[in-house]
Every structure is written in C-alpha cells, then in structure tokens.
C-alpha cells in the first residue's frame, strides 16, 4: 500500500488548510492513521491519529482546538484540518498508517506505511 498526502500549501495566520492523505488499496478493516509534521532543523513530531473505527482519537497538545482529524473509509481517505494556523505550523506534514492496529496510544514503531509529506507553510 502507499499513501499519498496533499493538501499543503501557502496560508496567512489565521488561516486554514485541509490535508488529504489517500491510501491505495481498500481495505475490509481501515488502518490506523496519524499525521505528523517536521520542521526545519526540528524532529518530527506526532499531530494527529485516529484509530481505524473513527471515533477513537488523539492530538498534540499544540493543536488541540484547532486541529481536526477525521476519516472517510469508503474513499480510503483521511483528512486533518487545520484551523488558526500560526507561523509555528509551518512544516512538512506527513502521513502514516499502523496497518496491523497494534496499539493505541499509537506507537510510531509500528507505523509501517509513510506518505512523502506536504509542505505548509504559515506567513505572519
């Protein structure tokens, strides 16, 4: 399977984005899914995740309120939202599944499929 995000983009504070991150393959049981994001010269950290039900979920403290993740199974599709964006949102923003739904919290160590991230970018 791969995943492809998108979405990403160029955006005033205060402004808002949706990224999509789009699985290949169908399948009978959804993955778990997460957003995580890399800035410049920063590690990478955890965003988002949603568990395959849809209903379990979970956010990082810096985007909890502004932030929403969510899922359409049938289009294979997960979505995260991204509402008064700041300048310290800028990154690439990558998607990641636990194909296996192994454990919740989500570890990052069975995040077994990556996207190639999409950049966004906040001007103040």
């Known amino acids: 399977v791969q995943l492809q995000a998108s979405g990403g983009g160029l955006v005033q504070a205060g402004g808002s984005l949706r990224l999509s991150c789009v699985a290949s393959e169908h399948t009978v049981v959804p993955?778990?899914?997460?957003w995580f994001r890399q800035a410049p010269g920063k590690e990478r950290e955890f965003v988002a995740a949603i568990r395959f039900e849809g209903r379990t979920i979970g956010?990082?403290?810096?985007?909890?309120?502004?932030?929403?993740?969510?899922?359409?199974?049938?289009?294979?599709t997960v979505y995260l939202q991204m509402n008064r964006l700041n300048a310290d949102d800028t990154a690439v923003y990558y998607c990641a599944a636990d194909r296996l739904r192994r454990s919740w919290p989500l570890q990052v160590k069975y995040l077994d499929v990556w996207g190639q991230g999409t950049q966004v970018t906040v001007s103040s």
Request: aromatic fraction near 14%.
């Open 59 to 76: 956010y990082a403290d810096t985007v909890k309120g502004r932030f929403t993740i969510s899922r359409d199974s049938g289009k294979n």
């Open 31 to 34: 993955y778990d899914m997460a």
